[in-house]
C-alpha cells in the first residue's frame, strides 16, 4: 500500500510542529498526531513492552508449583527470553532503517501480545518456553528501534534527551514488570492470569498511540534479512575485552535477579511473598537506571573501575544475604550491584564506540550486546543446576565469586592499561 504525505500548513500550537495528514492511496486517511505527544507514545509503549519481558519473574514459584519442574528447568526458560532477544538482534537490528519504524514498532508489539497471550493460557512447559522467546523477540525488536525513533521525533540537536527517555522507559519498564506482576499476584486472585489480561490491555493502548505516529523513514524498501557480522578490529580487541569482561559480570546479576532469586527468597528464606519477590527484582533495574543516568557520565574515567567495585561489595551483600537469611543484606544487594551494573553498562558502551570505526560499529555493538544477553542466561542456568545439586546457598556464593572473580580481572585489566598510559 502506497503513501502520499500531505502537509497541511497548519501549525499545531501546543506543540509547535506542523500537523501531517497522511493519505492512503487505497484506503481512508490516518490522522497523525504532533510530534511531541508521538514522542510521548513511543515512550509509553517502550515501557509497556518492556515490562512485558520482566513480568514473569515473581511468578515462576507459582508456575514450579503448578507444574512441579525443577529450578534448572525454571533457568532455562528465563532463558528461552535471551534466545529471542539474540534473534531478534541479529534478523532485525536494521529492519526499521529499511521498512520504516512504525511498522517494525508493531511487530515488537504483536510479539509482545503473543507473548503475554500464550502465558494466559500456560499449563505445560513448552507454552512457558514458547511465551519467553516471544518476549525476548518483542524486546530485541523493539528496543533498538523505539530508541531510534525518539531520537528521530525530537528537534535537531536533542538525541541526548531521547537517549535518555529511553533509557528511563527501558529500565522502567523492566522494573515496573515485576513489581505490577507481584503486588497483583499478592493482593488479588488468579495470579497466573490477571498480570497477564492487565499487560494485554496496556499492549491495546500502546498500539492505539503507535498507530497514529509519524514514520520518520520516508524512504522504504523491501525487508530482507541479513544476518549481522559479528568481528571485532584488532585495533579495540584489547578495550572491548575489558568492557564484555565487566559487562558480563553486570547482566549476571541482572540475570540473577530476574530469574532466581524468587525461588532464592521461597525455598531459602522462606519468603514467599510474590510482592516482596516483584519488589527485589524492581529495585535492581531502578539502580541500575541510576548509575546510568547519574554515575555513568559524573565518574568519566573511573567509571568502570567504580562500576567493577560496587559490583564486588554487592556480592560480598548476596553471600552474606544467602549464610544469615538476611533481607537486609538482599536488598542492600540490588541497590549497589545495580549501580554497579549501570556504571559499567553506560561507561562500556561510551568506550566502544568512542574507539570502534564508523563503518564497524554497528557489528561491534551487535557483539557486544550478544556477550551481554549471554551474561543474562549462561550463568544462571549454572546457577539453576548447582541449587538443585548442592543446593542454593552453595550455589549462591559460586555465583557471587565468579561475578567478583570477573569484576577483579577487568579491573586490574583497566589500571595496567591507565598505568602504561
Known amino acids: 500500500m502506497s503513501v502520499d504525505i500531505v502537509p497541511t500548513n497548519q501549525t499545531n500550537t501546543d506543540f509547535g510542529y506542523e500537523s501531517v495528514k497522511l493519505e492512503f492511496k487505497n484506503g481512508p486517511p490516518r490522522w497523525v498526531a504532533p510530534r511531541d505527544l508521538s514522542f510521548l507514545f513511543v515512550a509509553f509503549a517502550f515501557i509497556v513492552v518492556m515490562l512485558g519481558t520482566t513480568l514473569p519473574t515473581p511468578l515462576y514459584v507459582f508456575y514450579q508449583r503448578k507444574l512441579g519442574f525443577s529450578t534448572f528447568m525454571s533457568t532455562m526458560i528465563f532463558s528461552a527470553y535471551s534466545f529471542g532477544v539474540l534473534v531478534a538482534l541479529i534478523l532485525f537490528g536494521r529492519a526499521s532503517d529499511t521498512v520504516g519504524r512504525r511498522p517494525i514498532?508493531?511487530?515488537?508489539?504483536?510479539?509482545?501480545?503473543?507473548?503475554?497471550?500464550?502465558?494466559?493460557?500456560?499449563?505445560?512447559?513448552?507454552?512457558?518456553?514458547?511465551?519467553?522467546?516471544?518476549?525476548?523477540?518483542?524486546?530485541?525488536?523493539?528496543?533498538?528501534?523505539?530508541?531510534?525513533?525518539?531520537?528521530?521525533?525530537?528537534?535537531?540537536?536533542?538525541?541526548?534527551?531521547?537517549?535518555?527517555?529511553?533509557?528511563?522507559?527501558?529500565?522502567?519498564?523492566?522494573?515496573?514488570?515485576?513489581?505490577?506482576?507481584?503486588?497483583?499476584?499478592?493482593y488479588y486472585p488468579s495470579p497466573l492470569l490477571l498480570p497477564f489480561k492487565f499487560h494485554l490491555g496496556l499492549l491495546l493502548f500502546a498500539t492505539i498511540g503507535l498507530w497514529v505516529i509519524p514514520e520518520p523513514i520516508l524512504t522504504k524498501n523491501r525487508l530482507k534479512f541479513s544476518i549481522v557480522r559479528l568481528a571485532i578490529p584488532l585495533s579495540m580487541r584489547s578495550i572491548f575485552i575489558k568492557a564484555a569482561t565487566a559487562g558480563f559480570a553486570g547482566f549476571a546479576v541482572l540475570g540473577l535477579f530476574t530469574a532466581v532469586v524468587p525461588l532464592f527468597l521461597s525455598k531459602l528464606l522462606m519468603q514467599t511473598s510474590p510482592a516482596l519477590s516483584g519488589y527485589m527484582a524492581c529495585s535492581i533495574f531502578v539502580a541500575s537506571a541510576i548509575g546510568q543516568i547519574t554515575l555513568g557520565r559524573s565518574l568519566g574515567n573511573l567509571a568502570i573501575p567504580v562500576g567493577c567495585a560496587l559490583l564486588m561489595i554487592g556480592m560480598v551483600f548476596f553471600s552474606t544475604s544467602l549464610i544469615t537469611g538476611s533481607i537486609v543484606f538482599l536488598s542492600s544487594t540490588a541497590i549497589v550491584a545495580g549501580l554497579g551494573q549501570g556504571v559499567i553498562l553506560r561507561a562500556s558502551i561510551a568506550a566502544i564506540n568512542e574507539k570502534a570505526p564508523q563503518e564497524k560499529r554497528a557489528s561491534i555493538a551487535s557483539s557486544f550486546f550478544l556477550i551481554l544477553y549471554l551474561a543474562i542466561s549462561l550463568p544462571v542456568i549454572g546457577v539453576g543446576f548447582g541449587a538443585d545439586i548442592v543446593g542454593f546457598r552453595f550455589a549462591g556464593i559460586f555465583f557471587s565469586c565468579v561475578v567478583i572473580f570477573l569484576s577483579v580481572i577487568a579491573l586490574i585489566a583497566i589500571?595496567?592499561?591507565?598505568?602504561?598510559q
Open 105 to 186: 514498532l508493531l511487530l515488537g508489539l504483536v510479539c509482545s501480545f503473543l507473548s503475554s497471550s500464550v502465558f494466559l493460557g500456560a499449563n505445560e512447559l513448552t507454552a512457558l518456553f514458547v511465551g519467553r522467546v516471544f518476549s525476548g523477540l518483542s524486546a530485541g525488536i523493539f528496543t533498538g528501534t523505539a530508541t531510534a525513533t525518539l531520537v528521530d521525533l525530537t528537534e535537531q540537536g536533542g538525541s541526548e534527551h531521547a537517549s535518555l527517555v529511553a533509557t528511563l522507559a527501558n529500565m522502567g519498564g523492566l522494573g515496573l514488570g515485576p513489581l505490577m506482576a507481584g503486588l497483583l499476584a499478592e
Open 415 to 420: 589500571l595496567h592499561t591507565k598505568r602504561i
